[in-house]
């Protein structure tokens, strides 16, 4: 499956922003996705998953309450809304996806499979 980001862009702080992750190649719907992000000088870090079906989500205590991770299986398409944005979350976004697999940690990165190129998201104090 192939995955593609957008929506990133500059935000001032307590902002929105809403991004996409757009899917080709195989059934999405069958596939969990999960946001990553990673700033400058530190380690790609897990920001929340949704199940294939969409029935479960899951989030960081980082942005938990504050982000929310939908999908539209029709669209192939899953987003990340971001609200009350802070500088903190400053980083590139991106956007992974597996066969369900209730065994595999969310956390580890080199637990998904496929990877989407990323967006920026920039957040001004």
């Known amino acids: 499956v192939q995955l593609q980001a957008s929506g990133g862009g500059l935000v001032q702080a307590g902002g929105s922003l809403r991004l996409s992750c757009a899917a080709s190649g195989r059934t999405f719907s069958d596939y969990a996705v999960g946001w990553f992000r990673q700033a400058p000088g530190k380690k790609r870090e897990f920001v929340g998953r949704?199940?294939?079906?969409?029935?479960?989500?899951k989030y960081a205590d980082s942005v938990k309450g504050r982000f929310t991770i939908s999908r539209d299986n029709a669209k192939s398409t899953v987003y990340l809304q971001m609200n009350s944005l802070k500088p903190e979350d400053t980083a590139i976004y991106s956007c992974?996806?597996?066969?369900?697999?209730?065994?595999?940690?969310?956390?580890?990165?080199?637990?998904?499979?496929?990877w989407g190129q990323g967006t920026q998201v920039t957040v001004s104090s």
């Open positions: 992974a996806a597996r066969l369900p697999a209730p065994y595999l940690s969310d956390y580890d990165t080199g637990e998904w499979e496929y």
């Open positions: 949704i199940s294939w079906s969409g029935g479960t989500t």
